[in-house]
Nanobody
Framework: QVQLVESGGGLVQAGGSLSLSCAAS????????MGWFRQTPGKERAFVAR????????YYADSVKGRFIISRDNAKNTVYLQMNSLTPEDTAVYYC???????????????????WGQGTQVTVSS
């Protein structure tokens, strides 16, 4: 059973940067892809980024492309989300997720992912 724990959220001013981490345990980390999603009150979780098992391919939502960077360190069982040029619209609870089952679903849908972290709040002030 995979367990995910996010960290690194907090309050930052617009234009600033923040780095999130997601530590995994319970399975071979390098055997599954990872994603980041975010959620604001009253809305469904929205896709942010995804990284393949080896880390050689990454995918981003248009809203964060060029500002966010997803990466992973398989030796440390950790996936990261570096967030730059933050705006108040980036305020949300951020979740990491593991794609264990490779369901035949778009990588941008939360149903594709099996296991989720507890989330970490990111607040960007104007």
């Amino acid at each position: 059973q995979v367990q995910l724990v996010e960290s690194g959220g907090g309050l930052v001013q617009a234009g600033g940067s923040l780095s999130l981490s997601c530590a995994a345990s319970g399975s071979t980390f390098s055997s599954y892809a990872m994603g980041w999603f975010r959620q604001t009150p009253g809305k469904e979780r929205a896709f942010v980024a995804r990284i393949t098992r080896s880390g050689n391919r990454t995918y981003y939502a248009d809203s964060v492309k060029g500002r966010f960077i997803i990466s992973r360190d398989n030796a440390k069982n950790t996936v990261y989300l570096q967030m730059n040029s933050l705006t108040p619209e980036d305020t949300a609870v951020y979740y990491c997720a593991a794609d264990l089952s490779l369901r035949t679903l778009p990588i941008t849908t939360q149903l594709r992912y099996d296991t989720w972290g507890q989330g970490t709040q990111v607040t960007v002030s104007s």
